[in-house]
């Protein structure tokens, strides 16, 4: 038997993994260990441990879901984590304005998708995220990696950090 390993139920429909079927008639030989469906993104990035080795169920996980990871491949600020399994990240850039010759400061908030496998996400944190199939009305980017920030006292939403 089939060592299947059930998700967390923690909403009103019942968490299963697509990839995976979970009936014992025709029940599939598994690799040893669990069943529990993870994948590659490429790129360059590794497949968080939490992602292999979790027991949450979110399709719209680029490393257990069905999400690709197409286009482009942004660094941004975490301003806010309010949202279940999604953030608000700012991106800093600088604008040449021609008249003057000089550059001005500006920035854009995006709303992020936020696996579960990155967990202790905080203010101020730098994460790298990448473009997929929109997920929601403003959702287009998902989380693929995060760097703790060092100091916690700045005042995010107003600092100016080009990555």
């Known amino acids: 038997m089939s060592a ?6 923690t909403e009103k429909a019942y968490q299963k993994q697509d990839a995976i079927f979970i009936g014992k008639s025709r029940a599939v030989k598994a690799k040893k260990g669990s069943m529990r469906y993870y994948k590659s993104i490429g790129l360059g990035f590794k497949t968080p441990k939490e992602a292999i080795e979790g027991n949450y169920v979110d399709k719209k996980c680029p490393f ?5 990871i197409r286009g482009r491949i942004l660094k941004g600020m975490i301003i ?3 949202m279940k399994r999604t953030i608000v990240v700012r991106r800093d850039y600088l604008q040449f304005v021609s008249k003057y010759r000089r550059f001005e400061k500006r920035h854009s908030n995006m709303s ?17 995220i990448g473009q997929c199939r929109p997920l929601s009305k403003t959702v287009k980017f998902n989380v693929l990696e995060h760097q703790p920030t060092k100091n916690k006292s700045l005042n995010v939403k107003k600092i100016f950090r080009v990555f």
Not at 4 to 9: G, L, M, T
Not at 112 to 128: A, I, K, M, Y
Request: glycine letters at 6%; a negative charge; charged letters at 20%.
């Open 80 to 82: 806010s984590h309010k």
């Open 4 to 9: 299947f390993k059930e998700a967390d139920q």
């Open 112 to 128: 992020v998708h936020c696996s579960p496998c990155f967990q202790n996400l905080c203010e101020g944190d730098v994460v790298t």
């Open 64 to 68: 257990t879901g069905n999400v690709s």
